[in-house]
T-cell receptor, first 113, second 118 residues
Protein backbone atom coordinates (compact mmCIF):
# COMPACT_ATOMS: atom_id res chain seq x y z
CA UNK A 1 0.00 0.00 0.00
CA UNK A 2 3.05 2.21 -0.16
CA UNK A 3 2.04 4.79 -2.73
CA UNK A 4 0.07 2.92 -5.38
CA UNK A 5 -2.88 5.13 -6.21
CA UNK A 6 -5.99 3.78 -7.84
CA UNK A 7 -9.01 5.71 -8.92
CA UNK A 8 -11.83 5.75 -8.75
CA UNK A 9 -12.28 3.78 -5.53
CA UNK A 10 -15.83 2.89 -6.48
CA UNK A 11 -17.32 2.77 -9.95
CA UNK A 12 -20.87 1.99 -10.94
CA UNK A 13 -21.63 1.23 -14.56
CA UNK A 14 -24.73 0.07 -16.37
CA UNK A 15 -24.51 -3.02 -18.51
CA UNK A 16 -23.01 -2.18 -21.88
CA UNK A 17 -21.06 0.85 -20.71
CA UNK A 18 -17.30 1.17 -20.55
CA UNK A 19 -15.31 1.09 -17.32
CA UNK A 20 -11.93 2.75 -17.13
CA UNK A 21 -9.75 2.07 -14.11
CA UNK A 22 -6.59 4.01 -13.40
CA UNK A 23 -3.45 3.09 -11.52
CA UNK A 24 -0.46 5.26 -10.68
CA UNK A 25 2.39 3.06 -9.45
CA UNK A 26 4.83 3.85 -6.69
CA UNK A 27 7.19 6.56 -7.91
CA UNK A 28 10.07 4.93 -9.72
CA UNK A 29 8.33 1.61 -10.25
CA UNK A 30 8.22 0.48 -13.84
CA UNK A 31 6.25 -2.75 -13.41
CA UNK A 32 2.49 -2.76 -13.04
CA UNK A 33 0.21 -5.73 -12.43
CA UNK A 34 -3.55 -5.89 -12.44
CA UNK A 35 -5.48 -8.42 -10.38
CA UNK A 36 -9.19 -9.11 -10.04
CA UNK A 37 -10.83 -10.21 -6.81
CA UNK A 38 -14.28 -11.70 -6.78
CA UNK A 39 -16.23 -11.85 -3.49
CA UNK A 40 -14.87 -14.51 -1.12
CA UNK A 41 -12.08 -15.30 -3.59
CA UNK A 42 -8.38 -14.70 -3.82
CA UNK A 43 -6.85 -12.33 -6.29
CA UNK A 44 -6.47 -13.56 -9.85
CA UNK A 45 -3.68 -12.26 -12.05
CA UNK A 46 -4.84 -10.44 -15.15
CA UNK A 47 -1.98 -8.63 -16.82
CA UNK A 48 1.60 -7.49 -16.30
CA UNK A 49 2.84 -4.34 -17.99
CA UNK A 50 6.01 -2.34 -18.23
CA UNK A 51 6.15 1.12 -19.70
CA UNK A 52 4.55 1.00 -23.16
CA UNK A 53 4.65 -2.81 -23.21
CA UNK A 54 2.32 -5.63 -22.30
CA UNK A 55 4.55 -8.40 -20.97
CA UNK A 56 2.03 -11.01 -19.93
CA UNK A 57 -1.71 -10.85 -20.44
CA UNK A 58 -2.41 -14.52 -19.88
CA UNK A 59 -5.01 -13.74 -17.21
CA UNK A 60 -7.00 -11.25 -19.26
CA UNK A 61 -10.31 -12.27 -20.79
CA UNK A 62 -9.90 -12.41 -24.56
CA UNK A 63 -12.66 -9.95 -25.28
CA UNK A 64 -13.70 -6.57 -23.91
CA UNK A 65 -10.68 -6.17 -21.61
CA UNK A 66 -7.56 -4.20 -22.43
CA UNK A 67 -4.73 -2.60 -20.50
CA UNK A 68 -2.04 -0.08 -21.18
CA UNK A 69 0.80 1.61 -19.36
CA UNK A 70 1.85 4.60 -21.44
CA UNK A 71 5.18 6.35 -21.25
CA UNK A 72 3.51 9.20 -19.41
CA UNK A 73 0.55 8.87 -17.10
CA UNK A 74 -1.14 6.09 -15.21
CA UNK A 75 -1.82 2.54 -16.24
CA UNK A 76 -5.36 2.05 -17.50
CA UNK A 77 -7.50 -1.08 -17.36
CA UNK A 78 -10.41 -0.73 -19.75
CA UNK A 79 -13.47 -2.93 -19.78
CA UNK A 80 -15.80 -2.40 -22.69
CA UNK A 81 -19.48 -3.32 -22.73
CA UNK A 82 -19.48 -4.34 -19.08
CA UNK A 83 -21.63 -7.22 -17.87
CA UNK A 84 -22.80 -8.13 -14.36
CA UNK A 85 -20.06 -10.74 -14.10
CA UNK A 86 -17.44 -8.00 -14.33
CA UNK A 87 -18.48 -6.74 -10.89
CA UNK A 88 -15.43 -7.22 -8.71
CA UNK A 89 -12.59 -5.43 -6.99
CA UNK A 90 -9.72 -4.65 -9.31
CA UNK A 91 -6.32 -4.19 -7.74
CA UNK A 92 -3.21 -2.74 -9.21
CA UNK A 93 0.25 -3.54 -7.87
CA UNK A 94 3.65 -2.18 -8.77
CA UNK A 95 7.24 -3.22 -8.26
CA UNK A 96 10.66 -2.01 -9.21
CA UNK A 97 13.12 -3.79 -11.45
CA UNK A 98 14.19 -7.07 -9.82
CA UNK A 99 12.07 -6.35 -6.76
CA UNK A 100 10.24 -9.28 -5.34
CA UNK A 101 7.81 -7.20 -3.30
CA UNK A 102 4.79 -5.82 -5.07
CA UNK A 103 2.85 -3.00 -3.46
CA UNK A 104 -0.89 -3.01 -3.92
CA UNK A 105 -3.27 -0.13 -4.25
CA UNK A 106 -6.57 0.05 -2.42
CA UNK A 107 -8.48 -1.19 -5.40
CA UNK A 108 -11.38 -0.07 -7.53
CA UNK A 109 -14.68 -1.70 -6.74
CA UNK A 110 -16.68 -2.01 -9.91
CA UNK A 111 -20.39 -2.61 -9.69
CA UNK A 112 -22.33 -3.31 -12.87
CA UNK A 113 -26.05 -2.68 -12.59
CA UNK B 1 -2.01 -25.57 -13.80
CA UNK B 2 -0.57 -23.25 -11.24
CA UNK B 3 -2.56 -23.45 -8.04
CA UNK B 4 -2.22 -22.64 -4.38
CA UNK B 5 -4.64 -24.27 -1.94
CA UNK B 6 -5.30 -22.50 1.34
CA UNK B 7 -7.04 -23.68 4.50
CA UNK B 8 -9.01 -23.10 6.58
CA UNK B 9 -11.45 -20.76 4.91
CA UNK B 10 -12.22 -19.12 8.23
CA UNK B 11 -10.66 -19.22 11.66
CA UNK B 12 -11.73 -18.01 15.06
CA UNK B 13 -9.04 -17.69 17.72
CA UNK B 14 -9.10 -16.41 21.27
CA UNK B 15 -6.99 -13.39 22.06
CA UNK B 16 -3.52 -14.56 23.00
CA UNK B 17 -3.85 -17.81 21.08
CA UNK B 18 -1.97 -19.06 18.04
CA UNK B 19 -3.49 -18.70 14.59
CA UNK B 20 -2.32 -21.20 12.00
CA UNK B 21 -3.08 -20.99 8.30
CA UNK B 22 -1.86 -23.57 5.83
CA UNK B 23 -1.11 -23.52 2.12
CA UNK B 24 -0.07 -26.18 -0.35
CA UNK B 25 1.20 -25.75 -3.88
CA UNK B 26 1.88 -27.94 -6.88
CA UNK B 27 4.24 -26.03 -9.11
CA UNK B 28 7.82 -26.81 -8.06
CA UNK B 29 8.98 -23.79 -10.04
CA UNK B 30 7.53 -21.47 -7.41
CA UNK B 31 10.38 -19.87 -5.53
CA UNK B 32 8.87 -17.00 -3.57
CA UNK B 33 6.10 -17.38 -1.03
CA UNK B 34 4.58 -14.24 0.48
CA UNK B 35 1.69 -13.82 2.86
CA UNK B 36 -0.62 -10.86 2.50
CA UNK B 37 -2.99 -9.31 5.02
CA UNK B 38 -6.12 -7.59 3.81
CA UNK B 39 -8.56 -5.51 5.83
CA UNK B 40 -12.06 -4.83 4.50
CA UNK B 41 -12.05 -2.20 1.80
CA UNK B 42 -8.27 -2.16 1.56
CA UNK B 43 -5.68 -3.64 -0.73
CA UNK B 44 -3.49 -6.56 0.30
CA UNK B 45 -0.39 -5.63 2.26
CA UNK B 46 2.71 -7.81 2.38
CA UNK B 47 3.11 -9.35 5.82
CA UNK B 48 6.05 -11.71 5.52
CA UNK B 49 7.66 -13.77 2.78
CA UNK B 50 10.00 -16.73 2.43
CA UNK B 51 12.12 -18.43 -0.18
CA UNK B 52 12.53 -22.22 -0.37
CA UNK B 53 16.13 -22.19 0.80
CA UNK B 54 15.03 -21.68 4.42
CA UNK B 55 12.55 -23.68 6.46
CA UNK B 56 11.38 -20.93 8.75
CA UNK B 57 11.25 -17.16 8.93
CA UNK B 58 10.10 -15.13 11.86
CA UNK B 59 9.18 -11.47 12.04
CA UNK B 60 7.77 -10.39 15.37
CA UNK B 61 4.65 -12.44 16.10
CA UNK B 62 4.49 -13.81 12.55
CA UNK B 63 6.32 -16.95 11.46
CA UNK B 64 6.35 -18.77 8.14
CA UNK B 65 7.16 -22.47 8.21
CA UNK B 66 8.15 -23.98 4.89
CA UNK B 67 8.31 -27.66 3.93
CA UNK B 68 9.78 -27.96 0.48
CA UNK B 69 9.45 -31.73 0.16
CA UNK B 70 5.77 -31.60 1.09
CA UNK B 71 5.20 -28.44 -0.96
CA UNK B 72 3.50 -26.81 1.98
CA UNK B 73 3.93 -23.62 3.91
CA UNK B 74 2.10 -22.10 6.81
CA UNK B 75 1.65 -18.85 8.68
CA UNK B 76 1.66 -18.83 12.45
CA UNK B 77 0.48 -15.77 14.34
CA UNK B 78 1.56 -15.94 17.95
CA UNK B 79 -0.28 -14.09 20.72
CA UNK B 80 -3.10 -13.25 18.32
CA UNK B 81 -4.78 -9.90 18.89
CA UNK B 82 -8.18 -8.51 17.85
CA UNK B 83 -6.31 -6.12 15.55
CA UNK B 84 -5.07 -9.16 13.62
CA UNK B 85 -8.64 -9.85 12.50
CA UNK B 86 -8.40 -9.70 8.71
CA UNK B 87 -8.27 -11.91 5.66
CA UNK B 88 -4.93 -13.56 5.03
CA UNK B 89 -3.77 -14.74 1.64
CA UNK B 90 -0.86 -16.97 0.84
CA UNK B 91 0.70 -16.60 -2.58
CA UNK B 92 3.48 -17.99 -4.69
CA UNK B 93 5.38 -16.79 -7.70
CA UNK B 94 7.91 -17.73 -10.30
CA UNK B 95 9.92 -14.65 -11.09
CA UNK B 96 10.98 -14.38 -14.69
CA UNK B 97 14.05 -12.36 -15.35
CA UNK B 98 14.33 -11.09 -18.85
CA UNK B 99 16.72 -8.52 -20.24
CA UNK B 100 17.41 -6.98 -16.88
CA UNK B 101 13.79 -6.63 -15.95
CA UNK B 102 11.83 -8.70 -13.51
CA UNK B 103 8.30 -9.89 -13.49
CA UNK B 104 6.25 -10.90 -10.56
CA UNK B 105 3.08 -12.81 -11.22
CA UNK B 106 1.49 -13.95 -8.00
CA UNK B 107 -0.79 -16.95 -7.67
CA UNK B 108 -3.00 -16.47 -4.62
CA UNK B 109 -4.81 -18.84 -2.32
CA UNK B 110 -8.48 -18.14 -1.71
CA UNK B 111 -7.89 -16.54 1.64
CA UNK B 112 -8.57 -17.21 5.31
CA UNK B 113 -10.81 -14.91 7.29
CA UNK B 114 -9.34 -14.66 10.76
CA UNK B 115 -11.38 -13.42 13.69
CA UNK B 116 -9.62 -12.92 17.00
CA UNK B 117 -12.09 -12.65 19.84
CA UNK B 118 -11.34 -11.03 23.19
Amino acid sequence: NAGVMQNPRHLVRRRGQEARLRCSPVKGHSHVYWYRQLPEEGLKFMVYLQKENIIDESGMPKERFSAEFPKEGPSILRIQQVVRGDSAAYFCASSGVRDTEAFFGQGTRLTVV
Amino acid sequence: QQQVKQSPQSLIVQKGGISIINCAYENTAFDYFPWYQQFPGKGPALLIAIRPDVSEKKEGRFTISFNKSAKQFSLHIMDSQPGDSATYFCAASTPMWNSGAGSYQLTFGKGTKLSVIP
